[in-house]
């Protein structure tokens, strides 16, 4: 069988090196053996053991009536989707790890690949190298999923772990992630949460079964997050982590990614470095834990390879995904209910915060240059904002979960 690799970047070349080094494992698990045909890249690559494979035309791919499946690794949503589109209306079924345009695209690519029966999968688009999507679809299916929360973004979390561990400041964090590659030149994707945002949109659209607009969706990043924060969490017993996480309560559903505060009994608590966790609560199974590589060549690339093995077992089918283009409507983030970590300046003795918070439930009596911190009880976001923009001297809040 013939396969195309489309990107000969990190992921790329990856999807080469698993599909040619386990080509003997992945042709029992197929019924034969899973060729590459063609790598597509504007680049060339002088010396490289798979040089004859290399072309820059698109066309070939699609008009190669052996080709049956096409890995997309190229990212971005130019000309990732065009080609993909096109892929597609060919009958030819495409994977992908490229999360931007599953998020932008999902149904409308699942709609096409139906239509012409083929598959559209992308299991390596959410988590990296852990497996998240085919067991939330198939293992869990007689599940009611309400919550998805999950460590999503690898870049972050090493960050945020130094951070934790070192009491640096995220300044120092980010120069040092970028000089070892887990932090891009332009990191705003990662340090904003606009990463973790797709990759929590994606998870909620296919446990909804409608799209979930990840513009549509509450996201902070971890810019904001200093020392002096986990030095708090420290003397509170808890540490602080960038959580993507969409809930259910009854008809209302809510999203959102923001840094919290976690016990150590939160199973995500222990997720240290470049790992991702995903916690997933079903009503009749309660909680269960997916953890591991988030991102990365060849984890990444064996998630990629794992939807080319099903694509490969069925050729001539339409997957059984169900991801309509119907809109969910999220409602307000200001009806969940959270404890607050709040940092306030001055002192206790003379704060005014107990005409605000006067039932706080924890007061962190020793200042950090000048100020202290409460734990309040639990209430609504909404609640608590109007209470946060009148207290005085306020420095900032994390949520706590």
Known sequence: MKAAVLGYGTVGGGVVEVLFKNKVAIASRVGEEIEVKYILDIRTFPGDPFEDKITNDFNRILEDEEVKIACETMGGLKPAYEFTKSLLEAGKSVCTS?????????????????????MYLFEASVGGGIPIIRPLLECLTAEKIDEITGILNGTTNYMLTKMDREGSDYADVLKEAQEKGYAERNPEADVEGYDACRKIAILASLNYRKTVNYEDIYTEGISAVDSKDFAYATELGKNIKLLGMCKENGEKKYAMVAPFMLDPENPLYSVNDVFNGILVHGNMVDKVMFYGRGAGKLPTASAVVSDVVEEARNIGKASGIEWSEEKVT????????????????????????????????????????GEFAIVTREMTEGDFLEKFVRLENAVKFIRIK
Do not use: M
Not at 98 to 118: D, F, Q, S
Not at 347 to 357: N, P, Q, V
């Open 98 to 118: 490229n999360k931007e345009l599953v998020a932008a695209h999902g149904p409308e690519l699942l709609k096409i690949a139906r239509e012409h029966n083929c």
């Open 330 to 369: 999220l409602n307000d983030k200001n009806e969940l209910v959270f404890s607050y970590f709040v940092r306030i300046g001055g002192t206790a003795e003379t704060s005014s915060y107990k005409e605000l918070f006067a039932d706080a439930e924890v007061l962190v009596k020793d200042g950090i240059d």
